[in-house]
């Protein structure tokens, strides 16, 4: 029970990895904040969760919702101590296919998702002393993966926000980190994941042969938030079976 | 987190070995603890035992093929297998650039990487044919951003144990055996104590975490790459370092 007591916001927490991440905190005794889009898919995730959670309806990437969504965590359960940016989605386009909407919806998702949901956190953060917030990147915020150049990039800011992140809230004894997840399969990637032809290539890259599940990143997920890595930040951890060794 | 392993510890007689070879017994692990200093080992025995914990100890040279390969063979034949290796021992030197002599660079290599090295080519085999295994191996923020601390010889032995993570990582990922690096920042072990009261405050102020690692901030990072919470994690370099660098 590493985190009893620690009260954790998970974005997009109604299926998939953060799914798996939630679920995952919450056997280790947090309380856990799920928001999502899909208030159903967050009330499934707090309905198998082993300790207290709360779903909540939100798209994080809005600021005005971030706020009431902080609000309702705090006025539940008094305080926040983790945000696991994980929202983010992922959608194949060649590059030069990729038009202004998938660009703009990709960085939003993914990037613009983290930002405001860590700047709106942080600030509650710093009044209480302390925090820890951790982003979901990818493999493809490291390397090239195409064809996906815009997930791609956004991936790779979301690394660079964390270590900026790290270095300037460390002052508030926050620590930022990130985790960097190979391919995994979630009901968003399984069309992929289980195309046989799809399936060889990728696993043709992973060293270990195997390719991931939610549950696979949950052991990194709770070292990075619990007190076991409190020399730890602006860190970024691959979990990838090897692939970008 | 580690009932029923078995752990390879190099350089347990102090620093972070110690501190690794204490909390892996208190995670249940037996211990084989691997040092040059025969006094230093006894005392991380005796706390060990004090605290019902299982040690091996070892007094043995990892430059040495002869020794390595001597107590794998002991720790096989008296506990019948190897499931964790991590290579914590090493030395740093601070040598300035245009004074290290051939015989200190060899030095230091040996220790820091061929040591690793050795030990790794011993253990493996018996890994690969249990089929699973977690190889550690220590570097540092000096083996990715060069001459922050200590000499260059030291820098370029601590790069080079990252390269070796991934080439073993690669070549043993078909055993299912898991190999990284954890890459310390500023320890407060004897190695930082050989630097002056002032090299020590500006190195902290440089720390966004401003404060130097302990020993156990690396056994913790060890002991979660040598648990089942990493599976799914190879060829990667964990930095434990404060966030003094990034990269």
């Known amino acids: ?245 | 987190m580690l009932t029923g392993k078995v752990a390879v510890i190099t350089g347990a007689a102090s620093g972070v070995g110690r501190a690794t070879s204490l909390l892996f017994s208190r995670n249940n692990s037996k211990v084989v603890g691997v040092d040059l200093n025969h006094r230093g080992l006894e005392e991380t025995a005796e706390l060990i035992r004090a605290q019902n914990g299982e040690i091996l100890p070892v007094t043995a040279d990892i430059t040495s093929k002869d020794d390595v390969e001597a107590f794998t063979a002991k720790a096989l034949d008296i506990y019948g297998k190897i499931d964790i290796l991590a290579n914590i021992a090493g030395i740093a030197l601070n040598t300035n650039f245009l004074e290290i002599s051939g015989s200190e660079w060899d030095k230091v290599m040996a220790v820091n990487l061929k040591g690793s090295f050795f030990c790794a080519q011993a253990i493996a085999p018996h890994m690969m044919k249990q089929k699973s295994g977690k190889i550690i191996n220590v570097a540092s923020m000096a083996g990715k951003a060069g001459a922050v601390v200590a000499g260059i010889h030291y820098s370029v032995s601590k790069g080079a144990v990252i390269t070796l993570t991934k080439c073993l990582a690669k070549k043993l990922a078909p055993y299912g055996i898991n190999v990284n690096t954890v890459a310390p920042g500023p320890t407060e072990t004897e190695m930082l104590m050989s630097f002056t009261p002032r090299e020590r405050d500006a190195m902290k102020s440089h720390i966004p975490l401003k404060r130097f690692g302990k020993p156990d901030d690396q056994a913790h990072g060890i002991l979660f790459l040598a648990g089942p919470h990493s599976d799914f994690i190879t060829g990667a370099t964990l930095d434990i370092n404060g966030g003094i660098v990034m990269d």
């Open chain 1, 1 to 245: 029970m590493r985190l009893k007591n620690k009260v954790a916001i998970v974005t997009g927490g109604g299926s998939g990895n953060g799914q798996g991440i939630a679920w995952g905190l919450s056997k280790e005794g947090a309380k856990v904040a799920v928001a999502d889009l899909n208030l159903d898919g967050a009330q499934y995730t707090v309905s198998e969760m082993e300790s207290e959670g709360l779903a909540l309806k939100a798209d994080v990437a809005e600021r005005a919702e971030v706020e009431n969504l902080l609000k309702d965590v705090l006025s539940r359960f008094g305080k926040v101590d983790i945000l696991i940016n994980n929202a983010g989605m992922a959608l194949m386009q060649p590059f030069m296919e990729v038009d202004d909407e998938l660009w703009g919806k990709t960085l939003r998702v993914n990037l613009t998702t983290t930002f405001v949901c860590s700047q709106v956190t942080a600030k509650q953060m710093i009044q209480d002393g302390g925090g820890n917030i951790i982003c979901v990147s990818s493999i493809g915020g490291i390397r090239p993966l195409p064809p996906m150049s815009h997930y791609c990039a956004a991936k790779a800011g979301v690394i660079l926000l964390a270590k900026t992140m790290a270095l300037e809230l460390a002052p508030h004894k926050i620590r930022v980190n990130a985790i960097a997840p190979g391919i995994i399969e979630t009901p968003a990637t399984r069309i992929r994941t289980q195309d046989p032809e799809r399936r060889e290539k990728y696993l043709a890259n992973v060293p270990l042969k195997k390719i991931g599940a939610p549950a696979d990143l949950v052991g990194t997920i709770i070292y990075l938030a619990s007190a076991d890595s409190e020399y730890v930040t602006g860190e970024v951890i691959r979990i990838d079976g090897g692939w970008a060794a």
